[in-house]
């Protein structure tokens, strides 16, 4: 007989990029270097939508220019996002798929601002976990060298030299 373990739930993160395309950069260059939540079959699967509510504008570009290419003569920069997480994971104890899934969370919040989240981690046996306050998580951001660098680099000029 075997036994399994879900994860279900949502996780609303924003980063610090100046356009919204810098801003999906950082969430999947992150994403790409967070532990994996294995199980035998398949991983937990994370799944990125960009949240409406969480955006600024601005009446200049990333360049610090006006441009007839904005948006009514806004920039909108969106910088949230919402991150499904989804697993069933057989041959999985609670435990162990508790404690991968918190250190994925811990190094996840480590990069980005987590602002919300609600997920359930849950057995087959009854065993249940519901994360629900954002406090513990949300206090962990630390600024890493390579995303101060991207924002005291003049990036841009990569681009148009």
Same mark, same amino acid.
């Given at each position: 007989m075997s036994h399994w373990t879900y994860i279900?739930?949502?996780? @609303?993160? $924003?980063?610090?990029?100046?356009?919204?395309?810098?801003?999906?950069?950082?969430?999947? %260059? %992150?994403?790409?270097h967070l532990p994996i939540v294995s199980?035998?079959?398949?991983?937990?699967?994370?799944?990125?939508?960009?949240s409406i509510f969480i955006h600024e504008s601005n009446i200049c570009d990333e360049f610090g220019q006006k441009s007839n290419l904005l948006d009514n003569g806004w920039m909108?920069?969106?910088?949230?996002?919402?991150?499904?997480?989804?697993?069933?994971?057989?041959?999985?104890?609670?435990?162990? @798929?508790k404690k991968a899934f918190i250190k994925w969370l811990c190094r996840l919040s480590?990069?980005?601002?987590? $602002?919300?989240?609600?997920?359930k981690i849950?057995?087959?046996?009854?065993?249940?976990?519901?994360? $629900?306050?954002?406090?513990?998580?949300?206090?962990?951001?630390?600024? $890493?060298?390579?995303i101060r660098k991207l924002m005291e680099d003049e990036w841009w000029k990569r681009l148009v030299l």
């Open positions: 279900t739930g949502v996780i @609303t993160v $924003s980063s610090i990029g100046r356009t919204t395309e810098e801003n999906e950069f950082i969430m999947k %260059t %992150t994403l790409n199980g035998p079959e398949q991983n937990m699967q994370v799944n990125i939508s960009r909108h920069i969106y910088s949230g996002y919402l991150l499904t997480v989804d697993a069933e994971l057989i041959d999985r104890y609670f435990e162990e @798929t480590k990069k980005l601002y987590v $602002s919300d989240i609600c997920v849950y057995d087959d046996l009854c065993n249940r976990l519901i994360i $629900s306050e954002p406090a513990p998580f949300s206090d962990m951001q630390e600024v $890493s060298a390579w």
